[in-house]
């Protein structure tokens, strides 16, 4: 009833701090993270990809291990560690691309080696995630 409820939305206002929070202390836009987390995991923790990503930033045990070697799978289901580290991955793909949008998150989504093969075969490397992700985003 109410009471679920309410419990529901203060879970939901907690999430979204802790979302605004980490981004901040990662360099990314906190509107950008939130968007990608809707985008990636709709605000489920458990989520688990058919590819093994995990979390709420749907982040790949082998990415996050390139930030910290010693993580182990039950530590990226935390939640402060699956945002940092699934932001702090973001904010990388955003510097290797000059801070294009659409092919860091497309790198995030793809992979930047697929991405990368794409742009060199001269292909667009839009498979519609970008859309997704930055649909009423204003910078």
Known sequence: GRAARLIELLNAADLAAAIYDVA?????DPGLAFRLVRTESGF?????????????????PSTARLYEPSLTNKQLFERST???????????????YDGNLRLALLAYNRGPGRVQELLDAGRDPQNGYSTAVLKGYKR
């Open 44 to 60: 489920n923790l458990n989520a688990k990809s058919k590819a093994g990503a995990v979390g709420y930033t749907q982040v790949l």
């Open 24 to 28: 901040l202390s990662e360099g990314v």
């Open 82 to 96: 699956n945002l940092r580290l699934g932001f702090r991955y973001l904010r990388d793909l955003l510097e290797r």
